[in-house]
């Protein structure tokens, strides 16, 4: 029984930071803000020839395709003609499998998080909450030692964590694009990545402080208000 609870434990620590890290990735892609943003600070209307309109509606567009059941993304320009090509049409919808990935694995993340959470609280009246804090300030300060350590990695060799997420996360070489002829690569050059990265660090390292916060401030509630044993007066 020990062992069992041991492992739920371990596992329940290790759900935090898959929890933070997805939902971050969550809140990053569907940021119209990043988008904008990239494509000003990179002036990508001159590399496109598109304006800056109407690459925010196809920002927009996008996200809404990451979010649809649609198999393809379709975005047409003003002129009528397609944004994209085949290439970069199919490439998309790989991406779209990784962000759909992603929100399966935070709703599952969550799940058992959550469930884990309830579960200790309704069985474990006596110090409870002093116990569920501790797991979630090991569980934030786990996220904190991750994200530094991917961090450093970005900082140092962008270049090759950007390949090597790529040769991971894709069966195929279709992200292998030509910038003088794709659009989406002009639309998201790797700067634009770098600098989505750094938001995305910044988003998870603030989930994981957020986390420890909550877990040192069940301890702390734990201490000066401590729940009643079962059978005792309330």
Do not use: C
């Not at 003088?180 to 050059?189: C, G, K, N, S, V």
Request: net charge positive; glycine share 10%; no cysteine.
């Amino acid at each position: 029984m020990r062992i069992a609870q041991t492992v739920a434990l371990v596992i329940f620590i290790i759900g935090i930071p898959l929890l933070v890290f997805s939902s971050a990735v969550r809140f990053v892609v569907n940021d119209l803000r990043l988008y904008h943003n990239g494509f000003l600070k990179y002036d990508i209307p001159s590399v496109t020839g598109i304006e800056i309109n109407e690459l925010d509606r196809a920002a927009r567009e996008l996200v809404q395709y990451f979010n649809s059941d649609d198999d393809f993304v379709r975005i047409v320009l003003k002129s009528g003609v397609s944004l994209y090509n085949e290439k970069e049409i199919v490439h998309l919808k790989d991406v779209k499998d990784l962000i759909q990935f992603d929100y399966r694995l935070q709703w599952i993340a969550l799940a058992y998080v959550a469930g884990y959470a309830a579960l200790a609280l309704a069985l474990r009246r006596k110090r409870a909450l002093a116990g569920l804090g501790r797991a979630m300030t090991y569980g934030g300060g786990l996220t904190l030692a991750l994200m530094g350590m991917l961090g450093v990695a970005m900082v140092v060799a962008f270049d090759r964590v950007f390949i090597a997420f790529h040769l991971i996360g894709f069966s195929n070489m279709l992200w292998v694009l030509d910038p003088a002829t794709d659009r989406l690569i002009q639309m998201f050059p790797e700067g634009f990545f770098f600098d989505a990265a750094l938001y995305l660090a910044g988003v998870t390292l603030g989930g994981a402080l957020g986390v420890g916060v909550v877990g040192w401030g069940l301890k702390r509630l734990q201490r000066h208000a401590p729940i009643k044993e079962k059978g005792t007066a309330q």
